[in-house]
């Protein structure tokens, strides 16, 4: 019922905001009101995920969709406050369906702690025609895309057009072949279970420029935006050349519920990786970046990644991670585990002039965990920075455990509130792949290998 009630409030908000587009009075305020008739329309369709009887969902499944909806309008608020126009449409768009989503989250509140338990190790939701094919080799590709003429297509965008244009049921593969593909990609909610394999992240390269300073909104920046659920990408690096003067500039964002990230590289300065929402896994994959450049709100792990902080512009502090949980009850959160924090080759030479930090608190219940992760010597010994003065350090949950390297020791941390060292393996096991994004259910069925546990 409490579902329902905030979908028909997401509805009469929708037509209002579309209502809204002809008052636009300016560039920027246009971009960002795209940007929220996209997202509220991707919230009532994760309202209605939950709701539908033939889903057969599980509560952890509901909660994550719940905060999906959450993070949705809080991106929505975000893009206006960005670009400097939140003092004439954003007031307007005003509207009771956050409170309606956060009333939503806390009665159906679940720890994010339990396992789940697919028929056949499978969601119901995941076709059995689909379950033959996850299961087949990543080299029957369904579509070829080379530069050079020898595919179907010559570009990716080309390709996505194909697929969302052909009757089928399951997982659609599709062959991205060496060469740097200058272009912006959009995998929408309709595209469900497409696959890209690249020749490697070293040959295979999509690549773009948007950025906030010049006019996107940050959610609107990205190379490549994949919401369709059930994404997986192997081989591929996503880049961003924005460069670290055009600040925001997104080279992935993801909010494709259960999608794997399998050795494929992100490259770019400011928000480089947008882990926008949902469940997501990165596994042996290479991040670089410079300011808040691992952020979001999905619940991901990332698990035997490199991460390279890279030298941004001069002044610039480094910092890792941005999580933005809004709510207590999201089931969100950034895990680290067994993975590396590094300087890029271009921060070594200079590294006394940069400070590295783990993370800061973008939203009020922050929440990100480094797992046994190699700590190198660029970190900075107090470990995590203050976003705005006061704001989250007693509401955030930071936490360090078994970590090593140089920038590991804790004695030196942070004095917060939210911030802990784990000692107990049962509380950082709650972080792990088969807790925190129920893995154990799902994964196996990529072909991608992980670790369940510790």
Excluded at 12 to 26: F, V
Excluded at 155 to 178: E, M, P
């Amino acid at each position: 019922m409490a579902v329902q009630a905030t979908i028909e409030k997401a509805l009469t908000a929708q037509s209002h905001n579309q209502w809204l587009g002809p008052k636009c009075r300016n560039k920027r305020e246009k971009a960002a009101w795209v940007d929220c008739l996209e997202l509220y329309q991707n919230t009532i369709s994760q309202l209605n995920h939950t709701v539908n009887p033939n889903t057969n969902c599980t509560d952890v499944d509901a909660q994550t969709w719940l905060s999906t909806a959450l993070t949705n309008l809080e991106t929505c608020r975000n893009g206006f406050l960005e670009l400097g126009v939140s003092d004439f449409v954003l007031p307007q768009m005003n509207n009771n369906v956050s409170k309606l989503v956060r009333n939503t989250l806390a009665i159906n509140n679940v720890p994010s702690t339990e396992e789940q338990s697919y028929t056949n190790g499978y969601p119901d939701w995941v076709t059995t025609g689909d379950r033959k094919l996850l299961q087949a080799s990543a080299s029957q590709a369904n579509i070829v895309v080379a530069q050079d003429g020898s595919g179907a297509y010559r570009t990716i965008n080309a390709a996505i057009d194909a697929a969302s244009k052909t009757k089928r049921s399951g997982r659609f593969v599709i062959h991205v072949k060496a060469g740097t593909y200058k272009e912006n990609v959009v995998i929408g909610n309709s595209l469900k279970n497409i696959m890209l394999v690249g020749d490697g992240m070293r040959s295979t390269i999509i690549t773009g420029s948007r950025s906030v300073g010049g006019g996107s909104t940050t959610f609107n920046s990205a190379t490549v935006a994949v919401t369709g659920e059930g994404f997986i990408a192997s081989g591929i690096t996503f880049r961003n050349t924005a460069g670290p003067q055009n600040h925001q500039a997104v080279a992935l964002r993801s909010g494709s519920d259960l999608s794997v990230f399998y050795r494929c590289g992100f490259e770019g300065y400011q928000d480089t990786l947008y882990v926008h929402s949902q469940r997501q896994f990165y596994k042996e994959c290479y991040i670089y970046g410079t300011v808040d450049f691992i952020f979001g709100n999905a619940a991901v792990v990332f698990q035997n990644c490199m991460i390279f902080a890279r030298k941004g512009m001069l002044g610039q502090q480094n910092v890792v991670t941005a999580q933005g949980r809004t709510d207590p009850n999201q089931n969100t959160g950034i895990a680290i585990h067994n993975s590396r924090v590094m300087a890029a080759v271009d921060l070594t030479p200079v590294l006394s002039q940069y400070r590295t930090y783990l993370g800061r608190p973008w939203k009020q219940y922050s929440r990100t965990v480094y797992l046994q992760t190699y700590i190198d010597t660029l970190v900075d010994p107090a470990g995590w920075l203050p976003w705005d003065g006061n704001f989250a350090l007693d509401t955030l949950y930071y936490a360090e455990f078994k970590n090593s390297g140089p920038g590991s020791p804790t004695t030196r941390r942070v004095k917060w509130g939210g911030y802990r060292v784990i000692t107990n393996p049962s509380e950082a096991s709650k972080f792990t792949v088969g807790n925190f994004i129920a893995g154990r259910s799902w994964l196996p069925a990529t072909g991608v290998p992980f670790i369940a546990g510790l």
